[in-house]
């Protein structure tokens, strides 16, 4: 079974300041990996997704994430943070194709990223 | 992009009612929706896998009879909370599989209906 661990529950942050959200996952097969934010009272929006080729992906709003399939991570990063990406961001993974493709989204338990000017 | 909504976005009911939200693709066609429970400040749990003209796979520990669903059209999957009990309430979240090569389509989720069972 596939499980994903966000290693902080909340990240305070000063506007402009570098930023890292943790997650690693567990999976005995080859996964896809997601990261999705949420506005208060909001569904859960696409920020980026690793599915195969090059481990470094991009969002359009300056957010990065890494696949690392040594250590199991898939941390996300955004050099300089604005009040507006203040949110829930959650790390997913689901199966890759091959094992029976992205069907379900496991999801981390949720990392909170308060950005205060 | 792909639209999926949700309707109610709110909802109070008393104990012992029950409650139906609607889940609707608005500009594709979903043959697959999931539906997600979140409780507050918590990961959402999926609860089950929606399939046009199908029955639905209810996760582990869902109980079937308690959350009724039913995907009847390729654009509109319905979650019906049956004897709502304050325990129920929640925030309940869809999400429908748009276009894609294979099963790599990409997921998208409603803007989630919060249920209050008074």
């Known amino acids: 079974a596939q499980s994903v661990t966000q290693l902080d529950s909340q990240v305070p942050v000063f506007e402009e300041a570098p930023v890292e959200l943790r997650c690693n996952y567990s999976?005995?097969?080859?996964?896809?990996l997601f990261w999705y934010v949420q506005y208060p009272n909001q569904g859960l929006q696409l920020l980026l997704k690793?599915?195969?080729?090059?481990?470094l992906v991009k969002s359009i709003n300056g957010f990065e994430a890494e696949f690392n399939k040594s250590q199991t991570s898939f941390h996300l990063r955004k050099p300089s943070v604005h009040i507006s990406d203040t949110a829930e961001y959650f790390c997913?993974?689901?199966?890759?194709?091959?094992?029976?493709?992205?069907?379900?989204?496991?999801f981390g338990a949720g990392t909170r990223l308060a950005v205060h000017p | 992009g792909a639209v999926v909504s949700q309707h109610p976005s709110r909802v109070i009911c008393k104990s012992g009612t029950s409650v139906k939200i609607e889940c609707r693709s608005l500009?594709?066609?979903?043959?697959?929706m999931f539906w997600y429970r979140q409780f507050p400040k918590q990961s959402l749990m999926l609860m089950a896998t929606?399939?046009?003209?199908?029955?639905?796979?209810?996760e582990q520990g869902v109980e079937k009879d308690k959350f009724l669903i039913n995907h009847a059209s390729l654009t509109l999957s319905t979650l019906t909370v049956t004897s709502a009990h304050p325990e129920d309430s929640s925030f309940y979240i869809c999400?429908?599989?748009?276009?894609?090569?294979?099963?790599?389509?990409?997921?998208?989720f409603g803007e989630g209906s919060r249920l209050t069972v008074l």
């Open positions: 690793y599915l195969s080729g090059s481990t």
């Open positions: 997913a993974v689901s199966l890759s194709l091959s094992f029976g493709g992205y069907n379900k989204l496991i």
């Open positions: 500009d594709f066609q979903a043959t697959t």
């Open positions: 929606s399939n046009e003209g199908s029955k639905a796979t209810y």
């Open positions: 999976s005995s097969v080859s996964v896809y």
């Open positions: 999400s429908a599989r748009g276009g894609g090569t294979g099963t790599t389509g990409e997921l998208f």
